[in-house]
């Protein structure tokens, strides 16, 4: 299987576009990419295939689409429009490919299933069997959660690390929530203790470069990232 690291790049390169803007996340298990990919071309036709990996590909489309063709082993299964602000979600388990027929701009997240898995395992959850919605769902949180990193791909070498991971965490636990299957949600939320919540203040403030991980600061709290 392929590198989930690199699926940013293979779906610009089926573009005809190089070195798209991308973020990276790194996880204990793995890495999430986020890419910001711009077609500025119509009419580019199929698109090379997405060698296979367990990692579900998470686009959200920033501009309207009047026509789009996801295709997986060499048949479309999805064709239909796109609103900005819409998204799908895939399972890149299979070979996937896009006929392009017109301008678009998206983020695309790649999220490889260890890193799923690994958030599951650490807010005390079963690990998710799939993730699926509707083509074409509109989630204001994904949309958020997406706009906020917006500005760091203008500037990705000082983007803050930290930010990003929470941005990261934050997505892959609503997406466990609203569109995992297989796996039984159940989160448990509390607060910090006075020391707690003194601690993590006292180390994000240390390190104002953002270069501390929210694993490192609840590893210093005694508590998991969630």
């Given at each position: 299987m392929s590198d989930p690291q690199k699926h940013g790049h293979i779906i610009a390169a089926g573009l005809g576009l190089s070195n798209p803007p991308a973020l990276a996340?790194?996880?204990?298990?793995?890495?999430?990419?986020?890419?910001?990919?711009?077609?500025?071309?119509?009419?580019?036709?199929?698109?090379?295939?997405?060698?296979?990996a367990d990692v579900f590909a998470l686009g959200l489309y920033l501009t309207d689409v009047s026509y789009h063709e996801i295709w997986n082993r060499g048949r479309p299964v999805i064709r239909q429009g796109y609103s900005a602000n819409s998204m799908t979600i895939v399972n890149l388990t299979g070979e996937w490919s896009a006929n392009i027929f017109s301008t678009f701009e998206v983020v695309a997240f790649s999220l490889p299933r260890s890193v799923l898995d690994e958030v599951a395992g650490d807010a005390g959850l079963k690990q998710v069997?799939?993730?699926?919605?509707?083509?074409?769902?509109?989630?204001?949180?994904?949309?958020?959660?997406?706009?906020?990193?917006?500005?760091?791909?203008?500037?990705?070498?000082?983007?803050?690390?930290?930010?990003?991971?929470?941005?990261?965490?934050?997505?892959c636990v609503h997406l466990l929530e609203r569109y995992g299957i297989g796996a039984e949600i159940k989160l448990c939320r509390g607060g910090l203790t006075p020391f707690q919540l003194r601690r993590a203040k006292d180390l994000i403030a240390s390190d104002l470069a953002g270069n501390i991980s929210l694993a490192d600061i609840a590893g210093e709290c005694g508590l998991s990232r969630q």
């Open positions: 996340v790194r996880s204990r298990a793995s890495q999430v990419e986020i890419s910001k990919i711009s077609c500025v071309r119509t009419g580019v036709g199929m698109t090379q295939a997405i060698p296979a069997g799939n993730l699926s919605c509707d083509p074409g769902t509109i989630d204001p949180v994904v949309f958020q959660l997406a706009a906020s990193i917006l500005p760091a791909f203008q500037r990705s070498n000082e983007a803050n690390a930290l930010f990003l991971e929470y941005v990261v965490l934050a997505l």
